[in-house]
């Protein structure tokens, strides 16, 4: 039975398999749509062959542009960012790392892993129905998402199967988030205590605990989003709408109600995928490096807060939303203050860093660009932050940006140092050192490529989400950017196949790793 | 694979998890009642004190009944009293079913006589919303008691799997303490 | 017998409830009234049904309070309830 | 050794594209704009110096403490030092984050103007309109069921009502320089946006919901008007335009819309 195993290791390597997948097939997508960015008028025989009624000659239409965009969003931010490194890794090493001989509840484990499987089968579902994919982005706002298929294509059944996509994935995510924080409490070795867990697992726990409370208000969220789509409710829907001329018979709901409970969990979100990263990369460098981690109980409490704070800045997604502008302010300094936790990694990282004897393996490279693009990302959201500010860059290229530097890259970065890191103890051979190298040089010369100067479309007020360019004056200025980044975003989709290959042929033919090859102190490098 | 038995305590703690989590679902669900009801000063209050809330509070006592005869059932099972857990474990799926099929009624009256459904206006969205999503976990408690009184019977399952299914069980009830009165009783015509 | 106490408890606290209705109290009194009892109900449910009494606190003494927090958090959303009805 | 030199580089090739003048903020034209811009530069400066700051510690510590065969130092943390670089940050991003408030407070926190412009917004997939009260200053009842594109009544004034037969209606915003104006945005179907990149001004308009927005444009122009959140196939085309005219040349414009609106 290795498809339903209900062995934590399998079900680690799955949770990777499922998210290696998808993150092909995400990148795939904001390739194609980098090429109709700034190509708008191309004819591709090959987008007609995908998309049919979605390409038609060839040209894409703005609806599949925008279709395309929302299952890039979805996928990487879903089926990626929360899947590979809590679901993946986590499932793998943290039984190891506490010294327990499983997961909490193995057959949970297991329904788990296959309800996000569903999930994600779900959504890939919403292409091939009538209609396509909805073009409603991942955060899938009413009134464009909760009125059915008047509000345009993708919006009727393609809209629905997201909706119940995200369910399941909500499930399946309380599911694993009951399994980590039960293990954790339950099963830690005799004579381990929370401060003697490695970071890795403190990342872990924070991410568990917070899905555990920020999966559950989505899924009310999307419950109710649900109703009003099939069942004629109105929760998000307020009184008098005419949509496509005709007059809606809904009447008393708030729109601004469903972006509440989306970005209440959706902020936490961003953690989830970020924070069991933090917690490898200190473990990486800290080997790395031949010292421990400088101020452990501080790195530990920075994630408890981080995970903390995490909730209660959500309406930083909504200063421009029509939320009570006292709200902002409130929001806006607790924003501000999460950044604070943030520093205190950074420094604690740079602090184990120093005096050490660095080690430069390809695991340790992907470590230090991680914190590279942790800097570099997270300082604008000091800009962002303030909602004064916020009122330019709100949904412009700059946020495009930020987020994908620090919640997309440096999370992507964590898990190529996990895959380095941990490949010998995963298959007993090496990822090829050499080829892990270059693919991080070229990787990362890429990644600042395509995602630093997006920040200056940002500036000149692009916004985002918009399928071509051409409509408007302002934007025939940043047309050189955008080519630019087109292309770069080509070469660094290309150096990815390196990595694809490295991991593949590795499997086989990699360096055989002895025990302990890294001589890293934590359990699950142990004999035992 | 799952050679090595967990300790005890492990299920309870999940179950503890899952309620905690499950319980935050419901109150966002009566969050965005109470932000809906705020924003809507004219908000209907259709229930009468004769039959509506008599029936409503009947239906309380009976899911509190099952709450208490759950309670006997983990208490005979802790004491390795099998056949009384049974007959416990039974009698609470008895009153998880008597309360479906009360709400199922009062269902029916509200749609049929009152002419009131989820699509007629957010009282009925938030009334069917909320009860609906309290009755399926009704309906999943019962069915789960089920598989406990059946491998009970046959000897299967610890004590701890039986207190794991009453946290459940008392849980849903637990929920039921705040929809009564947010949902019913603030909906009594002035 | 001390659950059938508690039992017999929760039924009362319910009468009270539904009495309060009975004699139309005016709503924001009782909805006061009805989130005190109501608190009051699901923490005897909890504390003897589920027997968090007994049960080994570590982890829920700090879970519980979480999700008094969370929707405490949520609540503050109210506010754009109320202007969503002043800005209609 | 390598990746130090990289993310030297990285950093100095992201730092040096702030000294471009091509992707920048448009020309400001109100006190709000000016401001926002002060602040955002007082801003860029801090985020500016913490990044080359911290990028340039990283790069130095790889390249200071690459492998040399030398013993690793062993400390562990130091409570002194967590507490000093904990409060500092502290300091200087609440500090930031409260220095910020003023720009918020200009945008949504000040009292109407008595002397204001009163113009409704009215967004819908995927086109924009605008009202104006008419000399009488007051506008006309609305009654959707009289909405009709093609007869040009977007808003459904209502036939009935006196109010509503001088209203105005335009496909442009058309505001005179120097006087402040108030915007009551609202949506007919999904939210929208309603962006003036020159007034650094965002308000989604939100259906259900009539949401004011107040300015004063100082310099005449015409400046676009995207829709900046995402409303279906037609967003990237929902294009409008803010028409800064002079004073005087905004009451001619306003007295030839008025005799059209009065000789049907």
Not at chain 1, 105 to 110: D, I, K, S
Request: net charge neutral.
């Amino acid at each position: 039975m290795i498809i339903f195993s209900i062995d934590h290791k399998v079900i680690g390597k799955q949770y990777i398999g499922l998210a290696l997948f998808s993150v092909v097939l995400g990148t795939l997508l904001s390739l194609i749509m980098r090429f109709h960015l700034v190509y708008p008028d191309a004819k591709v025989r090959l987008f007609q062959a995908m998309w049919p009624d979605g390409a038609p000659g060839g040209q894409m239409t703005p609806e599949l542009y925008l279709s395309l965009m929302t299952m890039h969003g979805t996928i990487m931010v879903f089926f990626v960012l929360t899947t590979a490194p809590q679901s993946g890794f986590g499932n793998y090493f943290l039984p190891l790392q506490i010294g327990a001989h499983d997961m909490a509840f193995p057959v949970l484990n297991m329904l788990s892993f296959w309800t996000t499987a569903l999930s994600l089968l779900t959504l890939l579902a919403a292409f091939f129905v009538e209609g396509g994919a909805p073009l409603s982005g991942w955060t899938a706002y009413p009134p464009l998402s909760g009125l059915g298929r008047i509000t345009g294509p993708g919006e009727g059944l393609g809209q629905d199967l997201w909706i119940l996509s995200i369910a399941l994935f909500c499930v399946a995510s309380l599911m694993a988030a009951i399994n980590f924080i039960a293990t954790i409490i339950e099963l830690r070795a005799p004579g381990m205590g929370y401060f003697d867990m490695p970071l890795t697992c403190w990342g872990w726990f924070v991410t568990a605990l917070i899905s555990l409370f920020a999966f559950a208000v989505l899924l009310a969220g999307g419950i109710l989003l649900l109703l009003d789509r099939t069942a004629g409710t109105s929760f998000f829907i307020p009184g008098g709408l005419i949509v496509n001329d005709q007059v809606q018979s809904r009447s008393g709901g708030s729109p601004i109600l469903f972006q509440h409970l989306f970005w209440f969990f959706g902020h936490p979100e961003v953690y989830i995928a970020i924070l069991p990263g933090m917690g490898l990369i200190s473990t990486v460098l800290s080997v790395f490096s031949g010292k421990k981690v400088f101020g452990y109980k501080a790195m530990a409490i920075a994630l408890v807060s981080i995970g903390g704070l995490g909730f209660v800045v959500w309406g930083h997604h909504m200063f421009i939303s029509g939320m009570s502008p006292y709200s902002s302010i409130a929001f806006s300094v607790l924003t501000l203050a999460v950044g604070v936790p943030s520093a205190v990694k950074t420094f604690n990282w740079l602090a184990t860093l120093w005096g050490g004897r660095l080690r430069f393996t390809a695991a340790m490279h992907y470590a230090l660009g991680f914190v590279s693009l942790f800097i570099t990302g997270g300082i604008t959201g000091l800009v962002l932050g303030q909602p004064g500010l916020d009122v330019y860059f709100h949904d412009t290229y700059f946020v495009v940006a930020h987020f994908h530097l620090i919640m997309g890259v440096a999370a992507i970065f964590a898990i190529f140092a996990a895959f380095h890191y941990w490949f010998p103890l995963m298959y007993g051979r090496f990822l090829n050192e050499r080829l892990g190298k270059v693919h991080f040089f070229l990787t990362f010369l890429g990644v600042y490529a395509v995602f630093v100067p997006l920040h200056f479309a940002g500036f000149v007020g692009n916004p985002r989400r918009y399928p071509d360019f051409k409509e408007y004056e302002f934007l025939k200025s940043v047309m050189p950017l955008h080519i630019g980044v087109t292309h770069a975003a080509y070469f660094l989709g290309a150096v990815q196949l390196i990595f694809l290959f490295n991991y593949f042929w590795s499997q086989r033919h990699g360096a055989i790793a002895p025990a302990n090859p890294w001589n890293a102190a934590t359990r699950e490098w142990r004999n035992d | 694979m799952n050679a090595l038995k967990n300790p005890p305590g492990v299920k309870t703690t999940g179950m503890w998890l899952f309620v905690l989590s499950d319980l935050l679902t419901f109150a966002t669900l009566l969050v965005i009642y109470t932000a809906l009801r705020i924003a809507n000063p004219d908000w209907p209050r259709p229930f009468t004190l004769s039959p509506a809330i008599v029936y409503a509070t009947i239906m309380t006592v009976v899911l509190l009944a099952s709450s208490l005869t759950m309670v006997w059932a983990v208490a005979a099972m802790a004491e390795d009293d099998r056949k009384n857990t049974v007959k416990w474990l039974l009698a609470t799926i008895a009153g998880g079913i008597a309360f479906i099929a009360l709400h199922l009624t009062e269902w029916r009256h509200l749609v049929l006589e009152d002419k009131i459904t989820a699509s007629t206006g957010l009282f009925g969205a938030v009334f069917f919303g909320v009860t609906g999503l309290h009755m399926l976990h009704v309906a999943c408690g019962a069915v789960y008691l089920s598989i406990l009184t059946a491998g009970v019977a046959r000897g299967k399952f610890s004590a701890e799997d039986i207190e794991t299914g009453g946290l459940y069980w008392h849980f849903v009830d637990l929920v039921w303490m705040f929809i009564f009165p947010l949902v019913y009783l603030m909906a009594v015509k002035p | 017998m001390t659950y059938v106490k508690v039992w017999i408890g929760l039924v009362a606290l319910t009468l009270v409830e539904a009495g309060l209705a009975w004699i139309r109290t005016a709503p924001t009194l009782m909805l006061a009234l009805l989130l005190v009892l109501s608190l009051i109900k699901a923490a005897l449910i909890a504390w003897w049904f589920m027997h968090l009494r007994t049960h080994r606190p570590k982890p829920l003494t700090v879970l519980i309070p979480m999700l008094f927090v969370f929707v405490g958090l949520l609540l503050s959303l109210l506010p754009d309830g109320i202007r969503a009805g002043a800005m209609r | 050794m390598a990746i130090a030199i990289l993310i030297a580089a990285l950093a100095g090739a992201t730092l040096a594209l702030f000294f471009q003048p091509r992707w920048w903020f448009p020309d400001a034209i109100s006190a709000h704009a000016k401001a926002y811009d002060a602040h955002f530069v007082v801003t860029l400066w801090i985020v500016g110096c913490i990044f080359v700051f911290a990028q340039g510690l990283l790069a130095w510590v790889v390249f200071r403490y690459r492998d040399r065969g030398q013993a690793p130092e062993a400390h562990e943390g130091s409570g002194k030092l967590e507490v000093i670089w904990t409060s500092a940050t502290a300091v200087l991003f609440i500090g930031l984050a409260f220095a910020g408030q003023g720009i918020w407070a200009g945008i949504h926190l000040e009292a109407s103007n008595p002397h204001a412009l009163h113009v409704e917004v009215l967004a819908k997939q995927f086109a924009w309109s605008y009202r104006y009260a008419g000399p009488d200053g007051i506008f006309g009842r609305v009654d959707i069921r009289q909405i009709d594109d093609s007869a040009g009544n977007a808003f459904g004034i209502d036939s009935k009502d006196p109010n509503g037969r001088d209203d105005i209606t335009a496909a442009l915003l058309r505001v005179p320089a120097g006087r402040p104006v108030e915007l009551y945005l609202k949506s007919r179907d999904v939210i929208h946006n309603f962006f003036v990149r020159e007034l650094r001004l965002k308000q989604d308009v939100v259906p259900g919901m009539t949401i004011p927005l107040r300015f004063t444009a100082d310099k005449p122009g015409t400046y676009e008007v995207p829709c900046s959140e995402l409303c279906g196939l037609g967003h990237h085309q929902m294009r409008s335009a803010l028409v800064v005219m002079a004073p005087g040349e905004f009451d001619a414009w306003l007295q030839e819309a008025q005799q059209k609106v009065a000789a049907p």
